[in-house]
């Protein structure tokens, strides 16, 4: 049995939030599966094996909102380790290998961020000697904040002069930038909007609309939705066909529950219908998601693999021109900590790529909250190592994702995630766009960037997270997403 204890402080940071997210992690960077508890100012996290690990945890930062830092490697024979202290050397290594990275690259990096990074460096250097774990404490965190300013600068002159190489001669990035419309249509001021801002829409295709009554097809809403982009000069994407959660799969289809076969064989039918339908009228397919998490209809992991196998050979038969491509959201795989997973997300995609099957693409999907079904909140400098991770099979990527502007309940929403409370705002929300956006467009890899959510106002996955509220009113994101199109994209 391995155990890992870290001390807060102060322990009013010790917070309920912070042991339900808490967890450990390797050097190959999947989480292992722990329990976690408070025990007095102590964070408790127990697992199976004993051995070296990384801890990861919200910790809020001053001018930072709340993001989810990771210590370096420890060993938890030395502890009880410091947390303030271990999240500052882990962020300030985090930056320092960065920053020696890009340099090597031919990044110019600017005096003001060398200095952050110097005054990260000496301020921990301060925390770790101190005696008094108070004053370490304080340090500390003046450490993370000096760390944090200065990688948020790292990353924006990255991007900044990644994207002005792309930009080279006066061409315009080939790169798409996407909107869900949602599963109803689109009212005239939403609709009026949309294409300053994107410019591919995705039709989701749901399952649960579409097929609502076994064996009986509805596609008027799917086939207006076309209509709509080609007359606007939009490129479509269709899809996820198949969408592993309770709000897109129909009601009837759980009837049949433990029955692979004839789930397998519903999904068939649905899938070569659809695209049947469509061949020729759509860009690009997204053939499953959220595979690689889902928790429903008893499948077996093995299952879920060959439903995903299936789907993309369905697609290939009835539409064998045009790319697919298949999503994973949770990248980061926070779920494992918490139940037992064989796939990993990384792993489930490397079966399908070694298999052959002609996969274009691979899609991450990232929807920034919480529990259940969120996926932590990263600085900008994590979310690059992330998704450069991800380039190791050599495909294109594409990044779908969205970001919550409010805290609190949401009728609407299926997944009620729990956020900070103070946290997300529509300011904070816009300020997340305007950070990571032009970051994956400096990743010459990343073909896609999709924003998953349009509006609060009609059934969605995450509470807030909506670029128009529910009122039909525009949150500032959108103006950001329609300049940075404005100033990079075709």
Partial sequence: ?????????????????????????????????????????????????????????????????????????????FGPHHLPLELARGTVGQLRNQLAEWRVAGLDVAKKITEKEAEATALLGRAATSQDRRVSGDLAQQALRAALDAADLLTATYADQAAAVRLRGGAKLPTVLGGDLGISLLDDRTAGQFPTCFNMAVMPLCWREVEATEGSYYWTVCDKQIEWCRSHNLKVCGGPLLKLDARSLPDWLFLWEGDFENVLSFVSDFITAAVQRYRGKVDLWVCSSRMNSADLLSLSEQEKLRLAARSIELIRAADPDTPVVISFDQPWAEYMSRRQIDFPPLHFADALVRAGLGISGLMLEINVGGAPGGTLPRIPLELGRQVDHWSIFGLPLLVSFSAPSADGDDPSADRQTRHASGIWTPQSQQAWAARNVPLLLAKPYVEAIFWNQLRDAEPHDFPHAGLFDADGNAKPALQTLASIRQTYLK
């Fill in 1 to 77: 049995m391995g155990l890992m204890r870290f001390i807060v402080t102060p322990p009013e940071r010790l917070t309920d939030e912070m042991v339900g997210h808490a967890y450990l992690s390797g050097i190959d960077r999947l989480a292992w599966q722990v329990r976690a508890r408070a025990d007095g100012d102590q964070l408790v996290l127990e697992r199976s094996v004993s051995d070296t690990g990384n801890l990861h945890v919200p910790w809020e930062v001053e001018g930072h909102g709340r993001p989810t830092l990771s210590t370096a490697c420890l060993n938890e024979e």
